[in-house]
Each structure stands twice: as structure tokens, then as C-alpha cells.
Nanobody, 130 residues
Framework: VQLQASGGGLVQAGGSLRLSCAVS???????????MGWFRQAPGKEREFVAR????????TYADSVKGRFTISLDNAKNTVNLQMNMLKPDDTAVYFC?????????????????????WGQGTQVTVSS
């Protein structure tokens, strides 16, 4: 399984960026058993949960810090997970990672923790200037 994240860059506060994560190595049927997450990690800080979505249902969950500004979505035709980020703030500056998790019982509790995920992409830098 491979995850390829893209779309990061430099943007001014209040601007928008759209991240994408292409998933390969899993059939469309297998993906129905997975949840997809976005995490971020700022320098000197721990990796933190941003958002997640289930392939089978499209159900979304967000961290409080991004709720109302970020939207996670699926492109089923391309096996891609997107993260639309609006009203960006300097505090959103971080390396953003996409991740995939088998929807097991443990994922119910660990969906917002890095240990809840089985596969990770390489990360893409997002920098928001003030």
C-alpha cells in the first residue's frame, strides 16, 4: 500500500490550499474496509490529528482546531482523499501527512492517534505566513 500526498505550499493567512492523497495497492473493494486520516506535525511538536473519513460511508470527523475551516473528501474514481483548507492561519503551518487504517475495533478508539493507522504517506509542507 502506498500513499502519495501532494498540494502543499506557501500561502498567506486567510488563504486556501487543497491537499490530495493518492492511494495505490488496494482494490476499490478493499478500500471500503479503511478509514483515511490527515495528520500534521509542526517543528518540535507531536503529530496531531486533523480529520478522517471512511471510504464506505463518507463519514467525516474533524479536530476542533480545524472544524468549519477544513473539509475532507473522497474522489472514488481516483482513489484519492482530499483536504480542502480554507481560512488558513499561521498556526496551521506544519508538515501534513495522510494515513490509512483498517477499520478494526481498535480504530474506533484510536482514529485520532497516529498508532491507529497502518500506512503513511511521505508528508507535504504547508506554510502559512502572517
Amino acid at each position: 500500500v502506498q500513499l502519495q500526498a501532494s498540494g502543499g505550499g506557501l500561502v498567506q493567512a486567510g488563504g486556501s490550499l487543497r491537499l490530495s492523497c493518492a492511494v495505490s495497492g488496494l482494490s476499490r473493494r478493499s478500500l471500503n474496509s479503511y478509514g483515511m486520516g490527515w495528520f500534521r506535525q509542526a517543528p518540535g511538536k507531536e503529530r496531531e490529528f486533523v480529520a478522517r473519513i471512511f471510504w464506505v460511508s463518507g463519514r467525516e470527523t474533524y479536530a476542533d482546531s480545524v472544524k468549519g475551516r477544513f473539509t475532507i473528501s473522497l474522489d472514488n474514481a481516483k482513489n484519492t482523499v482530499n483536504l480542502q483548507m480554507n481560512m488558513l492561519k499561521p498556526d496551521d503551518t506544519a508538515v501534513y501527512f495522510c494515513a490509512a487504517a483498517r477499520s478494526t475495533v481498535s480504530y474506533i478508539e484510536d482514529y485520532n492517534k497516529p498508532r491507529g493507522y497502518d500506512y503513511w504517506g511521505q508528508g507535504t509542507q504547508v506554510t502559512v505566513s502572517s
